[in-house]
């Protein structure tokens, strides 16, 4: 019933930035924890971020920190991941996914097995 669109997707040069949304529908997403992955063919989907319902949690793997940000608009029922600075390394499916904060089944959030629902995604290329 949850419904997750991501968009923005591109090509962008090394160095260059990219904001990626993801957009819910069928429920509000006040309640809900939100994380990035992304998934290159072949290769085995990575966390990338983390932001908990109130966004008053974030998290970022190594790779993303200190050039990605991750934030949310409840109100618009979005959240986001600006990307600052990409490599060819961050190419990739990025897609976001949701739980219900508090849900049983928790644990780190790159354990891309604790969450439940999923978007289709949408694709970033950073060429070498």
């Known amino acids: 019933q949850l419904q997750l669109v991501e968009s923005g997707g591109d090509l962008v040069q090394p160095g260059g930035s990219l904001r990626v949304s993801c957009v819910a529908s069928g429920r509000t997403l006040d309640r809900y924890d939100i994380a990035w992955f992304r998934q290159a063919p072949g290769k085995e989907r990575e966390g990338v971020s983390y932001?908990?319902?109130?966004?008053?949690?974030?998290y970022y793997s190594d790779s993303a920190q200190g050039r990605f940000t991750i934030s949310r608009d409840n109100a618009n029922n979005a959240v986001y991941l600006q990307m600052n600075r990409l490599r060819p390394e961050d190419t990739g499916n990025y897609i976001c996914?949701?739980?219900?904060?508090?849900?049983?089944?928790?644990?780190?959030?790159?354990?891309?097995?604790?969450?439940?629902?999923w978007g289709q995604g949408t694709q970033v290329i950073v060429p070498t």
């Open positions: 996914a949701a739980r219900v904060n508090g849900s049983p089944g928790g644990g780190n959030w790159y354990n891309r097995r604790i969450w439940k629902d």
């Open positions: 932001i908990n319902h109130n966004g008053r949690i974030t």
